[in-house]
């Protein structure tokens, strides 16, 4: 039983002690943003806290510091009680910050289910070691076995494994070799890998990449938020590749973009001037879990869609506003569909859903077709999200062969048809609705899914109307795009339309 206490003892040590020396080392590393995104019934405390940069000076300190007194104590043994305390306490504040019930669950990740959480998991353990009467090999052992060695009656410390000769004293050194095994393995993963801890700050990107950036992204306003002109698409993360006939494309998109690329992708983006995602809703729990655990800023924009089967169809609504997500948009095929169906009153009240609890209400649309007809019925969005592109491209198929709401229709095989291939069908349609609208347009798909250029796909979405575009991004094409953007946007020479953000 004393080695099983020695091995948990360390285990949860080395945890504390590493995560307290990659935010050591992490640069400008601060608790506040963790702190200021937490959502539930405990955020009130955990707001106050990030609310103040005195007591966010004290907060780091204690984190980084106590997480390295912490591991250490708890690694080798020495006033490991305390140790244990003083962690059990650390682990209390984190588990509350985003309990995993109630709302906070709605955004839960790997690891975490209802209560039971890695966290829960581990002060479990803390509390366990704490009260039960075997300490393990420690340094508090060979403490105790040298101040009463010259005792010939040397009383016994533990009932199972008694400290009575120098073999036994030096076993309680088992963890300084451990301790440093470990630490030299760490050094050389962190030389050869870089930081791979996956909690907040301790995943770094390139920023030698980020010094060729050539200014400060412009922004634009939309209701109470100021955000980037361009924003990020969520296609990518999600694995939607809309690549014509490539079937293993979809495949490779997951396949690059693990969950480590992801935070670096969007923590680049972040950096680089990007301060705004449009999402597709199964994505909303990996945004849930990237704000917790880098503390991001990030205003996420969510397309939401009809839960039909639901008794509450806006439900989508509510699990988007449980989740954190700052604006809400009727997602683009749904926005379709509804008005190819005719379903008029079902826009209208998701609309009047989303603004009546106070949030931004976004409508999309591939086919233009589906922003008239809401607009002759009355139906006014906050902002429209409409695809804008042009047709000079190979693959996409003739003007006369197009048919509104065929986006998200049948695929044919015939390639004078659509499949998967142009996704503003009726561009010059689109131009004149755009640029006699007086509410402020989202343009996405801007590089018809890869086929044109961002150098003249964002040039023809500026100059047409849009106030911003939203573009699909892998890590490797941030800057690029983000400098093509400011490039674009101090040239801009034909635009015709005032901004409306």
Known sequence: MRAIITIIRMAIGWHFLYE???????????????????????SGFYH?????????????????????????????????????????????????????FGISLLGAHDGSVFIVNKIFVEAVMLIFILCYKEKGY???????????????????????????????????????????????????????????????????????????????????????????????????????????????AESLFKAYNTEKKIIETLMLCEQAGVNCINIGYPTMSMMSKYKQLTGSKIKVIVQVGIDEKNKDIYDNVTQAIDNGMDIIQLQGNWGDWLVRDKKFDVIAGMMGRIKSQGYIAGLAAHTIDSLIACEEQG?????????????????????????PFEVD???HLDHNMFHDNCFCPFPDKTVEFVNRTKVPVMGFKVLAAGAISPK?????????????????????????????CI????????RKREWYA
């Open 409 to 411: 229709g049948q695929r």
């Open 20 to 42: 307290g020396f990659t935010k050591l080392f992490a640069e400008n590393w601060s608790a506040e943003s963790f702190l200021s995104n937490t959502f539930g019934f405990t």
């Open 48 to 100: 106050w806290l990030a609310s103040s940069p005195v007591i966010m000076q004290l907060i780091d300190l204690l984190n980084i510091y106590g997480l390295i007194f912490i591991g250490l104590t708890l690694f080798i043994g020495l006033c490991f009680r305390w140790a244990s305390l003083g962690g059990i306490v650390l682990l209390i504040l984190y588990y509350f910050a985003y309990p995993p």
């Open 138 to 248: 420690g340094i508090d052992e060979l403490i105790w076995y040298y101040k009463n060695r010259k005792n010939k009656k040397m009383s016994v410390r533990s009932a199972t494994q008694p400290i009575n000769n120098r073999r036994e004293a030096i076993k309680n050194l088992v963890s300084i070799p451990v301790l440093g095994a470990l630490g030299g393995g760490a050094w050389w993963n962190n030389r050869t890998y870089e930081i791979d801890a996956s909690t907040g700050a301790t995943i770094q990107i390139n920023r030698v990449e980020l010094s060729r950036l050539k200014g400060e992204l412009p922004k634009g306003r939309l209701g109470n938020f100021e955000l980037s002109r361009l924003v990020m698409g969520g296609n990518l993360i999600g694995g939607w590749a809309h690549a014509r006939d490539l079937l293993y």
């Open 456 to 484: 003249d796909g964002f040039n023809w979405a500026f100059e047409n109307g849009a106030d911003f575009i939203c573009v699909g991004m892998f890590d490797f094409q941030v800057v690029d795009d983000v400098n093509t």
């Open 487 to 494: 490039d674009t946007l101090q040239k801009l020479q034909n």
């Open 379 to 403: 139906i006014i969005p906050d902002y429209y999200m409409k695809t804008m592109h042009h047709d000079n491209y190979w693959s996409a198929h003739p003007r006369k062969n197009r048919q």
